[in-house]
């Protein structure tokens, strides 16, 4: 590591930002730069969110009453589908790596730009084609098969064309996530910047790279799985169809090969930005570097072995439920040694409550006990009675929505003034930050009580018995909408109100925050010389204004 | 202690033509790449792989299918193919060595030849697809041989009658070599790219990663082939 760095001081006129290098829709839909590139995902990322959590709210109205009878049973089948599917496949799958990450990773890396950027580029029109396919699912009537696409079911005539539109799309956004994996890879092994070693890396960067593996060990599976289901459909080729000596239960392995490790893609990411923001708003080095980093390599590894456990009431043999149940299990160590590491990064440190802290705080309470859930259902005496309840249904949520959406709000907050520019309203921030923990859990907590007294999932209609925990559960959805809301209006006002933002708003020590907000088109003005990325020795508050900056160390008092 | 930026020890000299702007140096670009393709070739893998495993649950499912079906399939043809792709490898070795030495003719000359055999094993192929698909051999449901192509089996199985999942076999066989034939058609388009590029002198010692990716590639079409001919056309 070299000892000291150079502040960041203005050399000669400011060079032009990346935002203003190049205007016109040409320079924004055919950039090469990885930094607009990471901004117009997280454009189509959001409306994704936007489109899924509007199919959520619909769901949870139909479900205020135990009869339903908002929408027909049929719609509600339809919309479970597309809100599962569009909000794994085109928002939580590439929302942090693809939008976050994109912008991120080489001005993490003190690079130019990712390793190729035509690569990238291409990636992010798959990825808006994939987008497009998904809503064309919508006009043609939707699929009713629930995201999983199982056959026999989804592959039998009657499912019509929106069952070949959905595979396609999978297909195609499959393509997009293996070439971003592919380059953030080659990015982080050969674009650092002079002097950066592997363990110079921002805990962000080890958690992307943990992605990127499973990106591209497991995302062609599920490819050639949607290709061989759109081939079946469209030809009647009984792959998958029993009648025709065809193997369902393979569909299943084929797609959690790809499904289960895509947890992962979702939760890693999240972990790196936690391990970013903890770090800095404790003013604390990182607890424990290297173990977190490991443990992304780890859990990226362990995540191969345990699809099965998708699977334990499938049919398939009891000695491969027993295996699976118990490499599940293996995954809490990794994840449990990250959980500890935060921890006693924040022991003793001076914890400053701006809005990211406050969902990374989110993050750790829905984190725990979405981890602490899936051991009942990695253990397979418990999983299989709760198998198809709400049970399920909050535990991934937890996890999947809950950790990530929390993550990815920190990380968007985090690197906001970066990205924009500008700082956002912290009051309005903190306030959302809180409205979105406080219905995230108002929604999916009474979810638990329900699958354990036995509310079955998937169902447009459900016992009265259920009608208090369902009543909470939508009430709660609609807090969290409006806390997501006012978080999103909060960020767009910052665009037009916002205070300027210095190069280094957060006293963070990583290379991103080196150069101006929002960066030049080149990233650097120099080529950047990497302190530890957790080293915060000589940083100072100078003001609101100008933001902190690295005193030299024999400069300092 | 404030360093110079490393940018300004870096002499100005000339930046070459095929040099992108986050790359130091040519070296670093290439090897940047190779690493790439190797990435993307893993990916690859993974993605045959899964049609690989389909076949091994097929074939242990249905196993006197497959043992009954490959004898639609002529070895004479498969191996004609083997020796055709193995061939074409050869020359995309051949070709990167060319161009690594400067040797213009002998880059075209490697490079015609990888695209011209890429698309003997494309006109083998188009033989054996229409011959069976003219009499009848389709796949899933459409699969129904015609009494012509039946009398070209063996003796043996021409007094069992045809099993009813005949087209499952044929499913397998034509998506696995469907896809893969995908391939070498892929493959034969970035051929003609390279060669027009090598037709406007852009390689040489200096610049020669995209031959050199190409054919990385190329070699994994040529490996997955010399999986597929096995499994399909010679174990019974």
């Known amino acids: 590591m070299i000892p000291a760095a150079r502040a960041a001081e203005p050399a000669g006129a400011p060079a032009e930002s990346y935002l203003a290098h190049g205007r016109g829709p040409r320079a924004w839909l055919l950039t090469l730069d990885h930094k607009r590139i990471g901004v117009m995902y997280l454009v189509v990322i959001t409306l994704a969110l936007l489109l899924g959590g509007v199919f959520a709210l619909v769901l949870r109205l139909n479900l205020w009453r135990p009869g339903g009878g908002l929408v027909s049973n049929d719609t509600y089948n339809k919309l479970f589908t597309l809100h599962g599917a569009v909000m794994i496949f085109l928002f939580v799958i590439p929302g942090i790596p693809a939008a976050l990450g994109n912008f991120v990773l080489p001005l993490q890396l003190g690079a130019k730009d990712v390793a190729f950027p035509r690569v990238n580029l291409l990636s992010f029109w798959l990825y808006a084609i994939g987008a497009t ?8 009537g939707g699929v009713d098969t629930g995201w999983t696409l199982y ?132 003013r604390k080095p990182i607890f424990g570097y290297r173990y977190i980093a490991m443990s992304s390599i780890a ?162 209609t459900y016992a009265p018995a259920f009608l208090g925990w369902n009543r909470a559960s939508t009430v709660g ?81 | 202690m404030t360093a110079p930026a490393l940018d300004r020890a870096v002499p100005a000299a000339p930046r070459p033509r095929f040099l992108a702007g986050h790359f130091e140096d040519l070296g670093a670009q290439t090897e940047t790449a190779q690493l790439g393709i190797w990435l993307f070739l893993g990916s690859e893998i993974l993605f045959f792989g899964g049609l690989f495993t389909a076949y091994g649950v097929y074939r242990a499912n249905h196993l006197e299918l497959f043992r009954y079906a490959h004898h639609f399939l002529d070895w004479r043809l498969g191996a004609l193919n083997t020796v055709v792709l193995i061939g074409s490898s050869l020359s995309a070795a051949w070709s990167v060595r060319c161009a690594q030495l400067g040797q213009r003719r002998g880059l075209r000359a490697t490079l015609l030849v990888t695209l011209l055999l890429a698309a003997a094993f494309m006109a083998v192929k188009y033989l054996e697809y229409s011959h069976k698909l003219h009499h009848g051999v389709g796949w899933g449901a459409s699969c129904h041989p015609d009494a012509e192509i039946l009398g070209e089996l063996p003796a043996a199985l021409r007094a069992v009658p045809v099993p009813a999942r005949l087209g499952t076999f044929f499913a397998v066989y034509y998506l696995m070599t469907g896809l893969h034939g995908i391939h070498v058609l892929a493959g034969m388009g970035l051929y003609l790219w390279l060669l027009a590029r090598a037709r406007r002198g852009d390689f040489g010692p200096e610049y020669w990663a995209p031959v050199d990716t190409v054919a990385l590639y190329w070699h994994l079409v040529d490996m997955i082939w010399i999986f597929l001919f096995p499994l399909f056309y010679l174990i019974g």
């Open chain 1, 299 to 460: 859990i990226a590894v362990i995540g191969f072995f345990v699809w099965g456990h998708h699977m334990f009431v499938s049919g398939q043999s009891r000695w491969t439920n027993l295996v699976f149940s118990f490499l599940t299990l293996l995954v809490a160590i990794p994840s449990a040694i990250k959980t500890f590491n935060w921890l006693a990064t924040m022991y003793k440190g001076a914890i400053d409550l701006r809005t990211p802290m406050v969902y990374v705080l989110s993050f750790f309470a829905i984190f725990g006990v979405g981890g602490l859930t899936g051991l009942f259902l990695g253990a397979l005496a418990t999983d299989v009675p709760l198998h198809d309840t709400y049970f399920v249904v909050a535990h991934f949520h937890f996890v999947m929505v809950g950790a990530v959406l929390t993550a990815f709000l920190a990380g968007l907050h985090y690197w906001w003034p970066k990205m924009t520019g500008r700082m956002y309203g912290e009051g309005m921030a903190r306030l959302a930050a809180a409205l979105v923990f406080v219905g995230f859990n108002v929604t999916f907590v009474p979810q638990f009580f329900a699958g354990v007294a036995g509310m079955p999932r998937r169902y447009a």
């Open chain 1, 151 to 282: 056959p026999p079911y989804s592959l039998e005539d009657a499912r019509g064309l929106g069952i070949l539109l959905a595979l396609a799309a999978v297909f195609v956004a499959g393509f997009s996530s293996i070439l971003t994996g592919v380059n953030f890879i080659a990015s982080i092994h050969r674009l650092r910047a002079p002097g950066m070693g592997w363990f110079d890396l921002p805990l962000f960067l080890w958690a992307l790279y943990a992605t990127g593996v499973i990106q591209i060990i497991a995302t062609p599976v599920l490819g050639i799985t949607a290709a061989m289901g759109f081939m079946d459909r469209l030809f009647h080729l009984g792959l998958f169809m029993p009648e025709y000596g065809g193997d369902p239960v393979l569909f299943q392995h084929f797609f959690w090969f790809y499904s289960h490790p895509a947890v992962y893609i979702m939760i890693l990411p999240a972990m790196g930005i936690v391990s970013e923001v903890v770090s800095v708003f404790s």
């Open chain 1, 133 to 140: 396919l998904f809503v064309a699912v919508l006009a043609v």
């Open chain 1, 477 to 557: 959805a609609f807090v969290l909408a409006l806390g997501m809301g006012l978080a999103l209006g909060g960020l767009l006002a910052s665009l037009r109100s916002g205070r300027r933002a210095p190069a280094n708003p957060w006293g963070a020590a990583s290379l991103e925050w080196t150069t101006p907000s929002p960066p030049p088109h080149e990233n650097f003005e120099a080529t950047p010389r990497p302190t530890g990325p957790y080293d915060f020795t000589g940083l100072r508050r100078v003001s609101d204004e100008a933001g902190w900056i690295r005193v030299p160390a024999e400069a300092a008092p």
